[in-house]
């Protein structure tokens, strides 16, 4: 089964309007952490923000936020006053606390930003 | 401070050739994990190492694949055998521990042709 679901392979957004990046997980340990990267054509991975489980509150960084909706298992990235710079290829990943910490990766979705 | 670099960016070989990538992690950190991203995918785990600790095996996709670390520097992963299968980017990452953030290096781009 998946455990990480990114289900838009592409998005286009308006420079300078809001995105929303959709990611669902699946996971029955209690403890685990969220991630997004983002892996520009250059092709390396540029860590973006991370949500815990316990976290009470959602996270943010500067112009990036998480939607971390437990119940739902979901933790949608947001990206607001998009810029032509986020174009970029977004993945969601997650990490479980008796799993070594190595990540699990969705898809990904392919950002657009358009002038 | 330097990041997790790797060696070399790009590398093509023939089917059947053995090739070895090499990871610097970040100084410092204890945790180094390789994975696998072939075109147009996301990232899959390959092996991990923590410290003296035996490293995490399970993501190697064949006994072709190995993986060694020095202490917590340099790590080398080898593939014997190559298939074009083989071909992808392999990533290399560290973390200051187990379970903390990863940073990622630039990748090597293999292709066995």
């Known amino acids: 089964a998946q455990k990480i679901t990114q289900t838009q392979p592409g998005m286009f957004v308006q420079e300078k309007e809001a995105v929303t990046l959709d990611c669902t997980y699946d996971?029955?340990?209690?403890?685990?952490?969220l991630f997004w990267y983002k892996q520009p054509s250059s092709g390396e991975m540029i860590f973006l923000i991370y949500?815990?489980?316990?976290?009470?509150q959602n996270a943010t960084e500067g112009r990036y936020s998480l939607n971390f909706q437990k119940a739902r298992k979901s933790a949608n990235l947001v990206i607001s006053a998009s810029q032509l710079g986020d174009s970029a290829m977004y993945f969601c990943?997650?990490?479980?606390?008796?799993?070594?910490?190595?990540?699990?990766f969705g898809q990904g979705t392919t950002l657009q930003v358009k002038p | 401070g330097a990041g997790v670099s790797q060696s070399p960016s790009n590398k093509v070989t023939e089917k059947g050739k053995d090739v070895e990538l090499r990871c610097d992690p970040i100084?410092?950190?204890?945790?180094l994990y390789w994975y696998r991203q072939r075109l147009g995918q996301g990232l899959e785990f390959l092996i991990y190492?923590?410290?003296?600790?035996?490293?995490?095996k399970s993501g190697l996709p064949s006994d072709r694949f190995s993986a060694e670390r020095t202490g917590e520097s340099v790590s080398t992963l080898t593939i014997q055998r190559t298939q074009q299968e083989d071909s992808a980017v392999y990533l290399c990452?560290?973390?200051?521990?187990?379970?903390?953030?990863?940073?990622f290096g630039p990748g090597t781009r293999l292709l066995v042709l």
């Open positions: 990452a560290s973390s200051l521990l187990q379970g903390e953030t990863q940073y």
């Open positions: 949500q815990g489980s316990y976290d009470q």
């Open positions: 990943a997650m990490r479980e606390a008796s799993n070594t910490g190595k990540l699990i």
């Open positions: 190492f923590q410290g003296n600790s035996a490293p995490d």
């Open positions: 996971t029955s340990d209690p403890s685990y952490g």
């Open positions: 100084s410092g950190h204890t945790a």
